[in-house]
T-cell receptor, first 115, second 112 residues
Framework: AQSVAQPEDQVNVAEGNPLTVKCTYS??????LFWYVQYPNRGLQFLLKYITGDNLVKGSYGFEAEFNKSQTSFHLKKPSALVSDSALYFC?????????????FGTGTRLKVLA | EPEVTQTPSHQVTQMGQEVILRCVPI?????FYWYRQILGQKVEFLVSFYNNEISEKSEIFDDQFSVERPDGSNFTLKIRSTKLEDSAMYFC??????????FGPGTRLLVL
């Protein structure tokens, strides 16, 4: 079965420090991977995606993610965290068994950036 | 920048009542989706819709649920007889031709 795992429920990081939010996946084929951010009482905002090509993907708000096929990971990173980055982050994979491109989401990781 | 909109933002209803959640997808998108997020849990797929019919649905999407595109812009999710466990945040999404789904702000449904 295809799945996405976000092993950390919460990540705390000091403002100005680099941040990493982890995601691993399990798919039977080439993965299509996505990161979304959810601010309080808001919807899911698209950050970035990996479809093919360069393993380092750059997205919105200074975020990037590195696709690692051997480790089946797609960790979200940012060189210098801001307090305003505090939010809930979801990793998702496109379900390759589905003809409708539906997403399978991870459980989410709450990022807290401390001033 | 075009975005997906949803109404209402909050809905409180009594168990057994019908609710209709509304969404306006991005205008040139062709695939539409409903997901739900029970408080503190992950986002789960409910249903996808293409060419005026359901293209896929999950086991959650039972006979109490239905979707409709009554006109060229709205996309609705109806829950016929709500249950307590239907309380959740419901997200609508539409998919671009590049495969990225764009989500609305959600409707928080509370069933009492």
């Amino acid at each position: 079965a295809q799945s996405v795992a976000q092993p950390e429920d919460q990540v705390n990081v000091a403002e100005g420090n680099p941040l990493t939010v982890k995601c691993t996946y399990s798919v039977s084929g080439n993965p299509y991977l996505f990161w979304y951010v959810q601010y309080p009482n808001r919807g899911l905002q698209f950050l970035l995606k990996y479809i093919t090509g360069d393993n380092l993907v750059k997205g919105s708000y200074g975020f990037e993610a590195e696709f690692n096929k051997s480790q089946t990971s797609f960790h979200l990173k940012k060189p210098s965290a801001l307090v305003s980055d505090s939010a809930l982050y979801f990793c998702a994979v496109r379900d390759l068994t589905s003809g409708t491109y539906k997403y399978i989401f991870g459980t989410g990781t709450r990022l807290k950036v401390l001033a | 920048e075009p975005e997906v909109t949803q109404t209402p933002s909050h809905q409180v209803t009594q168990m057994g009542q019908e609710v209709i959640l509304r969404c306006v997808p991005i205008s040139n998108h062709l695939y539409f989706y409903w997901y739900r997020q029970i408080l503190g849990q992950k986002v789960e797929f409910l249903v996808s819709f293409y060419n005026n019919e359901i293209s896929e649905k999950s086991e959650i999407f039972d006979d109490q649920f239905s979707v409709e595109r009554p006109d060229g812009s709205n996309f609705t999710l109806k829950i016929r007889s709500t249950k307590l466990e239907d309380s959740a945040m419901y997200f609508c999404a539409s998919r671009s031709s590049q495969g990225t789904q764009y989500f609305g702000p959600g409707t928080r449904l509370l069933v009492l």
